[in-house]
């Protein structure tokens, strides 16, 4: 199983980007997919996630300006980001929990590679 994450970039604070992660190879079940984000010096904290019943969860510090969403027939999931400050600047992360197989009775943790975001002027 691979995510792989694209869609980051440099932006001017205030201005918008859409983060795309997509899973591939075995996979059976996805149960929640989600970003996280980790700034330079800072420990990886969760931005959002959002359920195979389409719940959706979010850091405090971006409810109202980040919108997570999914396509399970794709297997993957976005994150529009809105309304970005410098603080948003990190590397963004997707995270799938996810059954390969039908025989399988757990869902194992996978990691995107990571893609870059900076909100700079």
């Known amino acids: 199983v691979q995510l792989q994450a694209s869609g980051g970039g440099l932006v001017q604070p205030g201005g918008s980007l859409r983060l795309s992660c997509a899973a591939s190879?075995?996979?059976?079940?996805?149960?929640?997919m989600g970003w996280y984000r980790q700034a330079p010096g800072k420990q990886r904290e969760p931005v959002a996630s959002?359920?195979?019943?389409?719940?959706?969860d979010y850091a405090d510090s971006v409810k109202g300006r980040f919108t997570i969403s999914r396509d399970n027939a794709k297997n993957t999931v976005h994150l529009q980001m809105n309304s970005l400050k410098p603080e948003d600047t990190a590397v963004y992360y997707c995270n799938a929990l996810i059954k390969a197989t039908s025989s399988l009775t757990y869902y194992s943790d996978y990691w995107g590679q990571g893609t870059q975001v900076t909100v700079s002027s």
């Open positions: 959002i359920n195979s019943g389409i719940s959706t």
């Open positions: 190879g075995s996979i059976f079940s996805i149960q929640i």
